[in-house]
């Protein structure tokens, strides 16, 4: 049986069609949903799906208006998924002016628990829809759901653009749109493949890839958690423009960054190779220059230096042709890495899978292609500077707090570790803090600036015990170890006089007794030096025993008032008592290790922290850590310090920093001055406290 003969051309058969994979269009997916399960639910299903790192897909849930409109102005044309049972007003002004900071490129479906056609045409006549799930998610729903919200968003983006007949308005917004979504990128993986992705986009290439200089002297890429999350630092760098040859650039290397292909799947790894004119890259670095091949196996062929790597071709049954190669420079004139565009295509919809027609069904770059990604490439290498030296500047910032807190520590080894955990336990309380949609914290949302923010501020909450004197900061008992020293010693020349007292007496008896009557004499002698070395060692035990910071009873009060008034019999210039009145008054300490004035010294730590913090420089969206780190000792009821203000005035960072600062000295065990509390027991105080009014029994 003979086929009817398609009507279209090979390169226009629906067959060659190419989808609109994570390649061609990233996705950003917002669930904007107050039922944490149903939406937890939801992306537990949509996250296979997604492609992360190369690809740069992201999903984030929106629980509150606030939420929406922070990831909105982060996201670039999202993928909104509304839950209609839980977001009740579709007209609702904070709603509203969330969507308002989006344009009409990107996707909107609804979704619910159960088929609710009035709930759907209230939200279809107020927006476009463009789908509407309801029920349980699974698998073959959410794959159906993906690909067509990046078959829409691809296709608006497309006519937004203006297809590939863009006169030079349209170009000159859809370059305003690039420049604005290659400064709103920090992460430096997810900005080179926007800068791949808008590039391929705006001079139809069917694949591209993206490489980035390395120093000689860069080792492994530095690490740094932020907010319990792994961040990979930056690793580009950027030298001068050569002339001299590749000798200049020794030790230098290009790492393979990211690639696309919209034709063929090829697994992405990156890797890194020497910059020499053995590779296009290399060369198009060494010489500074824009190359535009218009076959690259032909260019290859002839009397150039560098050589086509044909591998991947052959792997994957691809066909390389038309090449253009743009060095990347930043404001200083630098080279930063190279951008390379394969195939410019004549039809962007169509898909190069076949290398034998391949020569047909692309274009070779022209002039206003070069002059178009010499543009870009100058835009992609400032914004890939700007995340460079903001990298920079954060890890260097990042690594300088957490040496300030190591140092400072370092005074007192005994809370080594507490700035981090409170660090880790106030981030977690806020995160949970933000999840809340009902009760005390339904308003509240951090934004991811504020969360750094409370970063900062837990890891520096005690930076001023840097002006506490050390032997106040360190102090585990009552007595300072040279105090509790001298009273040892002091028992020591105590009993030592009391024996040899008993010796004269002993002898004064006999002599004046005569041997043979002064037994009854010796006997009494020695009975009282035995009962005055044993009240003399009971005394030490106990004033041993008070010295440590526990809770001094009444009853213990009184028998260490008559350790400091008991004298004993020792010859002039011994010490007679066993305690005198500096240490009395430092032991007759009823609860902890410090008197008054040592007490006064320490909490004057949080007073000296804030005005440390204050005089740094913050940046706006890092303004308020002086005051959320000078204000966590303050209590609910106003009796706390440095302001003694009722908690409820303070930030509720502050707050959520109170908890976690008790939580931790209750359950550390690296106190010497007390051994860690159990978990249960030190929630149980918690709970005592915020009754009290010390804590807020919200957090708690």
């Keep these: 049986m003979e086929h009817a003969q398609s009507p279209f051309p090979a390169e226009r058969r629906f067959t060659t069609r190419l989808a609109a994979d994570h390649h061609r269009q990233c996705i950003d997916v917002i669930i904007v949903s107050q039922n944490h399960e149903f939406a937890e639910a939801w992306r537990d299903q949509i996250m296979p799906y997604l492609v992360e790192g190369e690809a740069a897909d992201r999903i984030e849930i929106a629980e509150k208006h606030s939420t929406l409109e922070t990831l909105l102005l982060r996201f670039n044309d999202p993928f909104l998924i509304i839950d209609i049972d839980t977001v009740k007003d579709p007209y609702d002004p904070d709603f509203v002016s969330a969507l308002d900071k989006i344009g009409p490129v990107s996707s909107l479906t609804l979704l619910s628990k159960e088929a609710n056609q009035d709930r759907y045409e209230e939200f279809a006549d107020a927006y476009v829809i463009d789908d509407y799930r309801f029920g349980a998610p699974n698998s073959l729903s959410v794959q159906t759901l993906l690909r067509a919200a990046r078959e829409k968003i691809y296709l608006r983006n497309r006519l937004v653009a203006g297809e590939g007949a863009m006169n030079s308005d349209e170009r000159l917004r859809k370059l305003s749109r690039i420049g604005l979504a290659f400064s709103r990128e920090r992460d430096l993986t997810r900005l080179l493949n926007v800068v791949l992705r808008e ?59 990211a690639a696309h292909n919209d034709s063929v799947k090829i697994p992405f790894k990156d890797f890194s190779f020497p910059v020499n004119f053995s590779s296009i890259a290399g060369y198009c670095v ?76 692309v274009l070779p770059f022209n002039d206003d292609d070069v002059e178009l990604a010499r543009m870009l490439g100058t835009q992609a290498g400032a914004a890939i500077d700007n995340v460079r030296l903001y990298d920079s500047i954060s890890n260097l910032f990042e690594s300088f707090v957490y040496a300030t807190v190591r140092s400072i520590e370092q005074r007192d080894p005994s809370t080594a570790g507490h700035s981090a955990r409170v660090d880790r336990i106030t981030v977690g309380v806020a995160d949970i803090v933000n999840r809340k949609t009902e009760g005390p914290f339904a308003d509240v949302a951090f934004t991811d600036e504020e969360m750094v923010e409370i970063h900062y501020a837990a890891l520096l909450h005690d930076v001023g015990k840097i002006g506490v004197r050390e032997h106040v900061l360190t102090k585990a008992n009552k007595l300072f170890p040279d105090q509790f020293a001298n009273v040892k010693t002091r028992a ?30 010796i006997d009494a002698i020695m009975a009282d030096l035995d009962r005055d070395l044993l009240r003399l060692a009971e005394d030490v035990t106990f004033v041993e025993k008070v010295n440590t910071p526990g809770f001094m009873s009444d009853e213990q009060l009184q028998m260490l008032d008559n350790v400091y008034n008991r004298s004993y019999r020792v010859p002039e210039g011994i010490p007679n008592r066993l305690i005198y009145e500096e240490e009395y008054h430092a032991l007759s300490i009823r609860r902890g290790s410090l008197s008054s004035e040592e007490r006064l010294e320490m909490q004057s730590h949080v007073a000296k922290s804030r005005t440390f913090l204050e005089q740094i420089p913050w940046t706006p969206e ?73 804590l807020d029994p919200d957090i708690v």
């Design 199 to 257: 590039c391929r986009e705006l001079l139809n290439a069917d694949a591209g890839s993206v490489y980035i200089l390395e120093a000689p002297t860069k080792g492994r890429l530095s690490t740094r958690r932020v907010l319990g999350r792994a961040r990979r630092m930056s690793s580009a760098s950027a030298v001068k423009r050569q002339t001299s040859g590749e000798h200049e650039l020794k030790g230098w290397h290009l790492r393979f960054a």
């Design 286 to 361: 060494l010489q500074g220059e824009t190359l535009n091949l218009p076959d690259v196996y032909e260019a290859a062929e002839g009397k150039t230096p560098f050589v086509f790597n044909r591998k991947i071709d052959l792997e994957y049954n691809y066909r390389c042709v038309s090449m253009i190669s743009v060095p990347m420079v930043n404001m200083r004139d630098e080279l930063v890495g190279v951008i390379q565009l394969m195939n410019k295509k004549r039809d962007p919809l169509q898909k190069l899978d076949d290398p034998l027609e391949t020569p047909r069904r």
């Design 492 to 521: 020591e020349l105590i009993s030592t006089a009391l024996q040899l007292q008993a010796s004269h007496d002993s002898r004064a008896a006999m002599i004046a007794s005569g041997h043979e009557h002064c037994q009854e004499d």
């Design 622 to 694: 890092l303004a308020n850590v002086p005051q959320i780190a000078g204000q966590h000792h303050e209590k609910m009821n106003g009796q706390g310090y440095p302001d003694g203000v009722p908690a409820a005035e303070t930030p509720v960072q502050s707050r959520i920093m109170a908890v976690a600062d008790v939580f931790d000295s209750l359950t550390s065990a690296d106190r010497p001055y007390k051994p860690a509390i159990p978990l249960e027991r030190a929630l149980e105080i918690m709970r005592k406290m915020a009754e009290h009014g010390e």
